[in-house]
Nanobody
Framework: QVQLVESGGGLVQPGGSLRLSCTAAGYELDAYAVGWFRKVPGKGREGISSISKSAGRKYYADFVRGRFTISRDMATSVVYLEMNNLKPEDTAIYYC????????????????????WGQGTRVTVSS
């Protein structure tokens, strides 16, 4: 069972930035495609971005394109989500998820496509 660990959440003012990290305890995250999701109370988890094992393919939700960037560091086996120009509506618990191959363009955003999940890190955007 791959256990993912998110970090980097916190409180930030509107317009600010945060960088979230995702690692795999006891495993090499390089062996997995990784997605980032977020959840607000009363709603299901929504897909934000996803990256293939090689980092050759990346997907973004329309509501974060141009503000968020997904990347991975093969040397340290970490996947990042760089979040810029944060808005109050970005307030949520952010999760990373993994599976062995990247889902296609029509399904990468579907939480049911991913096999392993972290516990989440809270991001609050407020003045």
């Amino acid at each position: 069972q791959v256990q993912l660990v998110e970090s980097g959440g916190g409180l930030v003012q509107p317009g600010g930035s945060l960088r979230l990290s995702c690692t795999a305890a006891g495993y090499e995250l390089d062996a997995y495609a990784v997605g980032w999701f977020r959840k607000v109370p009363g709603k299901g988890r929504e897909g934000i971005s996803s990256i293939s094992k090689s980092a050759g393919r990346k997907y973004y939700a329309d509501f974060v394109r141009g503000r968020f960037t997904i990347s991975r560091d093969m040397a340290t086996s970490v996947v990042y989500l760089e979040m810029n120009n944060l808005k109050p509506e970005d307030t949520a618990i952010y999760y990373c998820a993994a599976r062995t191959t990247l889902p296609g363009q029509s399904t990468w955003w579907d939480e049911g496509q991913y096999d392993f999940w972290g516990q989440g890190t809270r991001v609050t955007v407020s003045s």
